[in-house]
């Protein structure tokens, strides 16, 4: 019989998987550096606004991020700054396994 996995554990897979999509990963390091429209964001990436809202709507599921209203604009933002750290470790890591050092 297969056990279910802990609360903490299945929120954590269900955050890999989000940041698994390279498209989440450029808004969220986008979002990182300032907080963006969507339309915005779909200008920079160069990509839809359509794929661009898709995906800023599975960041808000995974509670990652949020948006303020503004002059009836959605301003996205990263909800909490621990995100920094992560993308840092994750980037650290990939260099690490592509040098000769792994």
Known sequence: MRRRLPETQ???????????????????????????????????????LQTISDTLRNLRNVDIVRYDTVNKNKIYYVKDSTL?????????????MRSKEW
Do not use: H, W
């Open 84 to 96: 920094f750290s992560i993308f840092k470790e994750i980037e650290t890591f990939v260099e690490k």
């Open 10 to 48: 299945y929120r954590g897979s269900r955050l890999c998987r989000v940041l698994g999509n390279p498209t989440a990963y450029q808004v969220l390091y986008c979002l990182m550096k300032q907080p963006r429209s969507p339309s915005d964001l779909a200008e920079e990436i160069g990509l839809s």
